[in-house]
């Protein structure tokens, strides 16, 4: 396997960290300094934008650690990014969301395990919330 400076090579940055087997649709750019999880599963749609910092996880060891490994196994779940959605710088998205899409994910968000966003959701906070619709902005942007 060859490596950048500890990192596995993969077809998007020298400088992304990418786990597991992702399923990422065509056209599909993702910055520096991110971490892609696939070890649980995930899907990421075509034309998607991630951007530096982000990271999408799709497994937790938080219960198997707070219970001094009494809990003895990792969490998996699959998430799924759909088509065309924009995550922002430091966005975090846990393991088993599911982002709608043509929906973008705000800088620094953190949408929770589990979380459900609906297509063309501006998504911002922590945790994220939908704001609004962007299904008029896209429209109009077109």
Request: hydrophobic share 35%.
């Amino acid at each position: 396997m060859n490596t950048h400076y500890g990192i596995p090579e993969n077809p998007y940055n020298p400088h992304c960290w990418i786990t597991g087997s992702p399923v990422i649709g065509e056209g599909t750019w993702i910055g520096a300094f991110t971490l892609i999880d696939g070890l649980g599963g995930l899907k990421i749609g075509r034309g998607c934008d991630i951007s530096s910092g982000a990271q999408i996880l799709s497994h937790s060891t938080a219960r198997r650690c707070v219970t001094e490994r009494v809990y003895p196994t990792i969490d998996y779940s699959e998430t799924e990014i759909g088509d065309h959605v924009f995550i922002g710088t430091n966005a975090v998205i846990l393991m088993g969301a599911k982002i709608g899409h043509h929906s973008i994910i705000a800088a620094g968000t953190v949408v929770l395990e589990g979380t459900l966003i609906p297509p063309y959701s501006l998504v911002a906070g922590v945790p994220g919330t939908v704001k609004r619709s962007l299904e008029t902005d896209a429209a109009a942007w077109r």
